[in-house]
């Protein structure tokens, strides 16, 4: 890792959202309240589907996945960027770098993997309804959010094993609250562009490839759906909507981060935030809002839960 007559880099500078203490202590407080009200609904929607036989389904138990990959998803920029807003040395590790980067693109690869899962099940659901019970059993859906996080593995092993042989001599800041790929291997003190072609095919064009094939599978669905006639039609129909929309939510960010140069733009620092703070969290509470049956089923459980403590 060292280049002669140059120091190698053992931390690396995040320069984070704001350089004004005012304006971190707000974001603070604004990032903290949404944490506060938002991640425990996600725990709830889990809660809720592990514990209330009706909602013992494969749609379900994928959407408790989500949520959960979208927790953990969470946990891994912004504890740190909560913490360094109150910190006047805003500095990371290499290797707390590398393991940033890693989990980023494992958990968020899995959960691209996942969206395909859930697309498939929508697909057998209203092309095989006959079929469905057979085919989408338990332990295939084990199988598939296995493979879903295996897959995440992978696409992350690749990012990480490119960056981390990169020379790194100075200068050390990243202009953003976490590392990823588009910052750090600006930085190597090497010649990046094969690299950054590369990381252009494994992560930008087949983010665009997945985004692409579930816009058409979804569209399918709902052609399938407007020529079909059936009682469940209207709930499949929403169903669907909502799947698009978060395909639309977590397909947008990564986009614009991973299919372009990798240059800085105005907007990097605020589509990081909805990328890797908001949007994750926001993703189960979409299709959690559009649907009655796990709105009841929470109701019944908070209920429970309140009579419970009251005996």
């Not at 252009?200 to 599978?217: D, E, P, R, Y």
């Not at 299919?259 to 907007?267: D, E, G, I, T, V």
Request: hydrophobic share 50%; net charge positive; proline share 5%.
């Amino acid at each position: 890792m060292k280049t002669e007559n140059k120091t190698e880099v053992t931390e690396f500078v995040l320069l984070g959202l704001s350089q004004t203490q005012e304006v971190q202590h707000l974001l603070f407080f604004l990032f903290l309240l949404f944490y506060v009200i938002v991640l425990p609904v996600n725990i709830l929607i889990i809660l809720t589907v592990r514990g209330d036989p009706q909602l013992d389904s494969p749609m379900y138990f994928f959407l408790a996945n989500l949520a959960f990959l979208d927790i953990c998803y969470c946990s891994v920029t912004p504890p740190k960027m909560l913490a360094d807003f109150f910190s006047q040395q805003k500095t990371i590790s290499s290797r707390g770098c590398i393991a940033q980067l890693f989990f980023l693109h494992f958990l968020g690869g899995a959960e691209i993997f996942l969206l395909i899962a859930m697309a498939f099940d929508r697909y057998v659901a209203i092309c095989k309804p006959l079929h469905y019970a057979t085919l989408m059993r338990k332990m295939l859906c084990w199988i598939l959010v296995g493979t879903s996080w295996a897959g995440g593995f992978i696409h992350s092993i690749i990012q990480v094993a490119f960056v981390v042989h990169l020379p790194f001599c100075g200068p050390n800041e990243l202009d953003n609250f976490f590392c990823d790929v588009p910052q750090v291997i600006k930085l190597a003190c090497t010649n990046t562009y094969v690299l950054e072609w590369i990381m252009f095919v494994t992560s930008g064009l087949a983010i665009v490839i997945c985004f692409i094939l579930l816009l058409i599978s979804y569209g399918i669905l709902l052609i399938h759906l407007k020529r079909g006639i059936s009682r469940g039609k209207s709930k499949a129909a929403s169903t669907c909507t909502t799947h698009i929309i978060i395909v639309f939510v977590m397909f947008g960010p990564a986009i614009y981060i991973y299919c372009r140069p990798f240059c800085s733009l105005p907007l990097d620092k605020l589509v990081a935030v909805f990328h890797t703070v908001v949007f994750p969290l926001v993703n189960p509470m979409i299709y959690t809002l559009r649907n009655r049956e796990i709105l009841s089923a929470m109701r019944r459980l908070l209920v429970q839960s309140f009579l419970g403590r009251g005996k």
